[in-house]
């Protein structure tokens, strides 16, 4: 079973940082891309970040660009986000996926090439 669980949030004011922790199981890791999504209340998913099997080549939603860095330690099955600059829109729980399959196109930060969805983190940014 795909298991996929993320960590490490919290509350934070604006301006600052902090850095999710994502431990996955039930599949091999370095095969597949990961991603960062998020949902804040009454919206849908955004889809934040992503990085590739090698962990070598990385995306971002133009949101987060330059505040946001994606990583992750094959050795380990896990993959973060640290998250700087943090702003009051941010706040959302944050969820991690894998890509779906063989074929997926994992520079798309899109639902139709990410899925299972695990346990999210909340975090919210608030003075």
């Known amino acids: 079973e795909v298991q996929l669980q993320a960590s490490g949030g919290g509350l934070v004011q604006p301006g600052g940082s902090l850095r999710l922790s994502c431990a996955a199981s039930g599949f091999t890791f370095s095969s597949y891309a990961l991603a960062w999504v998020r949902q804040a209340p009454g919206k849908g998913p955004e889809y934040v970040s992503a990085?590739?099997?090698?962990?070598?080549?990385?995306r971002y939603a133009d949101s987060v660009k330059g505040r946001f860095t994606i990583s992750r330690d094959n050795a380990k099955n896990m993959v973060y986000l640290q998250m700087d600059s943090l702003k009051p829109e941010d706040t959302a729980v944050y969820y991690c996926?894998?890509?779906?399959?063989?074929?997926?196109?994992?520079?798309?930060?899109?639902?139709?090439?990410?899925?299972?969805r695990g346990q999210g983190t909340q975090v919210t940014v608030s003075s």
């Open positions: 996926e894998r890509t779906r399959g063989g074929g997926s196109r994992w520079y798309i930060l899109s639902e139709r090439e990410y899925g299972y």
């Open positions: 990085i590739n099997t090698g962990g070598g080549s990385t």
